[in-house]
């Protein structure tokens, strides 16, 4: 049974399913984005409207890859209830999911899951 400051019984480490991943920044709300420190970016959790960026709304208990940004260097990420945002080492930002209110600053409100 786990006692106050208990970490064994309360704190587990991420497992990722990619070697050699180092983890630079990380984001949530009910979802998660981590950012590697050689520029990748894992999702996990609640899959709202595409928000972890897999072309799908399926929720998922691990990291997984966001393949659409492989070509990229992302340095940083963020999410909110339902969207997700990466900045490549360019400086270009890329938005995805629920596109409500305009929040994903692609000029149309359409769904955005990669």
């Known amino acids: 049974r786990a006692r106050p ?3 064994d019984e309360v704190l587990r ?10 983890i630079a920044q990380v984001a949530a709300h009910n979802h998660v984005l981590a950012c590697t420190k ?39 990420v963020a999410c909110g209830e339902g969207y997700s945002a990466a900045v490549t080492r360019a400086g270009r930002l890329y938005t995805w999911g629920k596109p409500a ?9 359409d769904e955005q899951p990669k």
């Not at 480490?13 to 180092?22: D, N, R």
């Not at 997984?64 to 070509?71: E, K």
């Open 38 to 76: 050689d520029g990748r970016v894992f999702s996990w959790g609640s899959s709202t409207m595409g928000c972890l960026g897999h072309g799908t709304d399926t929720h998922l208990d691990a990291p997984v890859r966001i393949m659409a940004l492989a070509s990229e260097e992302i340095v940083q």
């Open 5 to 7: 400051g208990d970490t």
């Open 13 to 22: 480490e991420v497992l990722f399913s990619e070697p050699g991943v180092q």
């Open 101 to 109: 209110f305009g929040r994903l600053g692609h000029g149309d409100r």
